[in-house]
């Protein structure tokens, strides 16, 4: 197989086709991850950045303006090579990333701080295409399911006592994992990652749920086991959370396009 035959066949196929992903580019898109946050936290030690909740404040607009432009595509509203994993992450971090030195600039000249104008130029660019999208949910019954099964997780998280951010990046991945169960089991969705495929195969949708919190809350425990660097513990908690509310979201607004 030539290096053309390659590419398309593990990464441009799975996309176009809509065949999901497959060990080659799921190990791949991992591994550039993996380098996206290790040089990302060299950046925020070189700038001394403070990773806390105001960051957490300020960018999670520009996250969930990611998701619903990303969400075009199953919409139907546009359809592009763009608009799909891993392209449109690539090009959201582009944008935070400028619009995160341009809030610095914007705190440097005025004294408002960066965090401020990053939550509101996310929300800002967020309105287009939330305004597009909205109009578009036909259904409500599995989103309602998805909420449904979240809030017992939800309400067990608030009781017991544990960190903030180890609590919001595993109601993230509960909210991914419960949206995903809702979608397979009701609505006849398939699974597209391969972990989770094979996972689900085996055993049932609900295994997914049980074995993503097992793994996530086994990884922060970990995390705050063997690394005495407060920073990059929250920073990294951080990166996993998005990792884990992005196709929460995403799979929420599919059940109700």
Do not use: C
């Amino acid at each position: 197989m030539s290096l053309i035959d390659l590419v398309r066949t593990y990464y441009i196929d799975p996309i176009i086709l809509g065949e999901g992903y497959n060990p080659v580019n799921t190990l791949t898109y991992a591994l550039l991850a993996v380098l996206a946050v290790y040089f990302t936290y060299k950046y925020v030690e070189r700038i001394k950045l403070k990773i806390d909740r105001k960051f957490v404040i300020g960018v999670m607009p520009l996250v969930f303006f990611g998701i619903l432009v990303r969400l075009f595509e199953e919409a139907g509203v546009y359809s592009s090579y763009f608009l799909v994993t891993p392209m449109i992450w690539i090009e959201i971090f582009a944008l935070a990333f400028v619009l995160f030195l341009a809030s610095r600039a914007v705190e440097k000249r005025f004294k408002t701080p960066y965090y401020k104008t990053l939550f509101v130029s996310g929300l800002v660019l967020s309105m287009a295409p939330l305004l597009i999208l909205l109009p578009r949910i036909v259904q409500v019954t599995g989103m309602a399911i998805t909420l449904g099964l979240l809030l017992p997780i939800a309400a067990a998280l608030y009781l017991i006592r544990w960190k903030v951010e180890n609590k919001f990046v595993t109601l993230a991945h509960a909210f991914d994992a419960t949206a995903t169960f809702t979608a397979i089991q009701f609505f006849g969705f398939r699974e597209m990652h391969v972990v989770p495929r094979l996972l689900i195969s085996y055993f049932s949708p609900i295994s997914f749920i049980v074995v993503k919190l097992a793994v996530v809350v086994a990884v922060l425990i970990l995390i705050d086991k063997y690394s005495e660097d407060k920073n990059f513990n929250n920073f990294l908690k951080f990166a996993i959370a998005v990792i884990g509310f992005a196709p929460a979201v995403r799979d929420l607004f599919l059940l109700g396009l």
